[in-house]
């Protein structure tokens, strides 16, 4: 069995990363064997409930304002709005509901009330619930993980080299901070990145580096093929190769063994034979629907033909954890 290591050196991951693409892809889908069924593929579902008007200035998202693109703004959605729309994806074959708002930081107000009742549905329903909301305090967090949060998501996008030419909105610590805090509240971390930027290869090694020397490794890491978006300053950006894809999850997998490695944006470019290769080299979590907040995602039914045509099925939720608790039933007003 891989031990499982979070003192990893630079020089370590890079000789796994530059290893030849057949060896990699090998050694990682032995790694995964080790750690988890092969034929098992945890299915998310993401919902923006609040979407743009975001004021930081992360280049590749078109949420934030200070873009011109086509997204267009709408405030929280309804407490009903979202649980109708988290029924539907557990009856699709979801088992985690992960909820978006585009917000630099949560505050405390009604919105953030709204929210905590949305994770109160969310659990009821025997899903795995998550969220991305931006920058938390540990009050924050707790209050999440009362209501029954499973997951919050909080990615680092690249390398703490590589960063200040992506945001300067919100410095690195500031994310390292707010996993920290979900982690002290006993919450699941979900932290990836995004590759396709303009960053190098040793940057995407350094966001490697950093995660897999995190105290604990994150549950699950979401890789990102970037989706360049007119308006945005990374519009012009050159789609990312499958290879470059396999390298970033198997070098994932290889790391950080016992995580879910999220095969995330930028799939609805793959072919059938692309994203098997992604599962081959050791990725075996998905976003379904036909978005990912406001960027397009492969429909339900490419889906289906998808796990048929490999012989995956969904991972059930809470495989080897429990649902977290209900501490509190009504929101305090």
Not at 164 to 192: E, M, P, W
Not at 287 to 296: E, M, N
Not at 298 to 313: A, K, W, Y
Request: proline share 5%.
């Amino acid at each position: 069995m891989t031990e499982v290591r979070t003192n990893w050196s630079r020089d370590e991951i890079a000789d796994i990363y530059n290893s030849p693409v057949l060896d990699l892809i090998y050694r990682a889908a032995t790694v995964h064997r080790q750690h988890h069924d092969p034929q098992e593929v945890q299915v998310c579902t993401l919902l923006s409930v609040k979407t743009g008007g975001c004021p930081e200035d992360c280049s590749y998202c078109p949420q934030a304002a200070r873009y011109h693109t086509n997204v267009k703004v709408h405030k929280l959605m309804e407490v009903d709005e979202v649980l109708t729309a988290a029924h539907r994806a557990k009856e699709s074959g979801s088992t985690r509901f992960c909820m978006g708002a585009a917000w630099r930081e949560v505050r405390d107000n009604r919105d953030f009330d709204k929210v905590l009742e949305m994770v109160q549905g969310v659990n009821r329903m025997g899903m795995e619930v998550c969220c991305t909301l931006g920058m938390l305090t540990e009050s924050q967090a707790e209050k999440l993980k009362n209501a029954g949060l499973y997951a919050y998501n909080h990615n680092l996008d690249t390398s703490e080299e590589y960063y200040g030419d992506i945001i300067s909105t919100r410095t690195y610590d500031d994310r390292l901070d707010t996993l920290g805090h979900v982690r002290q509240a006993g919450i699941s971390v979900c932290s990836g990145g995004i590759i396709g930027m303009g960053e190098s290869h040793q940057d995407r090694i350094g966001m490697l580096l950093t995660l897999a020397n995190l105290p604990e490794h994150p549950e699950s890491v979401p890789v990102n093929a970037l989706v360049p978006v007119e308006g945005t300053p990374l519009e012009d950006q050159p789609r990312v190769s499958v290879w470059e894809m396999v390298r970033m999850i198997a070098t994932a997998r290889i790391i950080m063994p016992k995580a879910m490695v999220r095969l995330s944006a930028g799939r609805v470019r793959m072919s059938v034979e692309e994203q098997a290769l992604c599962f081959l080299a050791g990725a075996n979590s998905i976003f379904a629907g036909d978005k990912l907040l406001t960027t397009p995602n492969p429909e339900e039914d490419q889906d289906r033909q998808l796990f048929q045509t490999l012989n995956i099925r969904p991972r059930k939720a809470f495989k080897d954890s429990e649902k977290p608790a209900v501490v509190f039933e009504q929101i305090p007003v």
